[in-house]
């Protein structure tokens, strides 16, 4: 396909400079909110990244219901962003909901097992295969015991991570790859507890040979990995990739640990249930809950029995691993109606189809107006790159990278109510949203091209 001129900065900016001139002048609520929340919360937001969005200021929430929400402005916004997977089951459910009003008035937490542990077990070893599940609040904070269990078990005190992977706020998974290929803190990592070459080697996804001499002195508990980068950019892998690092992780007594918080858009039991994966520690999170804190971290029946019985009963609130909430029963009743009712096999059936369409609404629109960028999905979840062909590695997607586009690309969207995930160009579908959400996407992507390169 022939390349068409290259973007032009002047017209970006400006178009930019308008797209904020018309959110400001939309959204005089949200405005008013946080200038007043400046006063009380550290940069106005009740979290860093919430500024993070490409407007002036972040619309504030009024409500939110399905695959929409509204702002206090009273505009309507279709969300494939989706609390970023948190809300992947829709805002609000009406089964999570139900459950949670029922165990609201039957005791919010414990520290007891309610019957809807067993269950929510029996759930996830029904989709994902490993058993033995243990549960937390965060995707982070399973990450974290997990990595900790690993070292426990195997003896051994380095970690493996993919360069540009993201598994939450986990020190060890906050590496990456220099120039030179050394490995250094990802950039922007706050007061690292260690220096992260000491605990972590990093390889490039789709590299084989790589991960084989990172395995080689086996010194590595566990290799940490999502199936398919979803947090730099979708990258998926090559025919055989997943295969190899399962084959050399088994050979050289490393733990494989899948973290399917992301990938669960591949279908009901993720990645690992759709391309039948053997991890030797699952890891979900997110989305789970239906909106409320669950995660969950399960092992495969060899390291169950390692784990088991290695903590000594007296010890076991003090080691490091565990939280006071972890799997309270609010979270579980929660997490029960939402794997029963809500994401279930039919509900994938219908949205992995709404995120062909969305790819197809992309691709269509690149391919009329000959832009050479390529557009990538995981089941339910899709991403457009600023770039010809699909990204092998996390470095590869990073490089072509385009911080003011994307801005500009995400601002066009909002000002046209369609919000996207605030990193990279990536949108997620829910049992909720709707064909004409998606040709919504379409018209308003469109236009941005249109605008862009007129
Ligand atoms: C793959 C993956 N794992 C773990 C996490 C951390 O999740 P949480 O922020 O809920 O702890 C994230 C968050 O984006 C993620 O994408």
Redesign the pocket.
Known sequence: MATRAPLDRARLANLMARECERFTADHPRSEALFKEAKGSLLDGVPMPWMVKWASPFPPFVDSASGAHFRCVDGHDYVDFCLG???AMAGHGPSPTIAAVERQLRRGITHMLPTEDAAWVGEELTRRFGVGAWQFAL??????RWSLRLARHVTGRSKVVVHDH??????DEAIAMLDDSGRVVPVRGSVGPQVDVAETTRVVDFNDVDGLEAALADREVAAVLI?PAL??VGIVLPEPGYLDAVREITRRTGTLLII?????ICAGPGGATGAWSLQPDIL?I??TIGGGI?S?AYGFSPEVADRVRGSIEVEDSDVGGVGGTLAGYALSLAATRATLAEVLTTEAFERMIPLAQRWAAGVAGVLHERDVPWHVTRLGARAEYHFMPNPPRTGAEQWAHADPDLERFLHLWAMNRRVLMTPFHNMALMSPATTEADVDRHTATFGEAVEALFA
């Open positions: 970023d997977t948190g965060s995707a982070s904070d399973a990450n992977c993201y598994h939450g706020s986990v999502e979803t947090n973290d399917e918080t992301h990938t890891v999170g997110k804190p995660a």
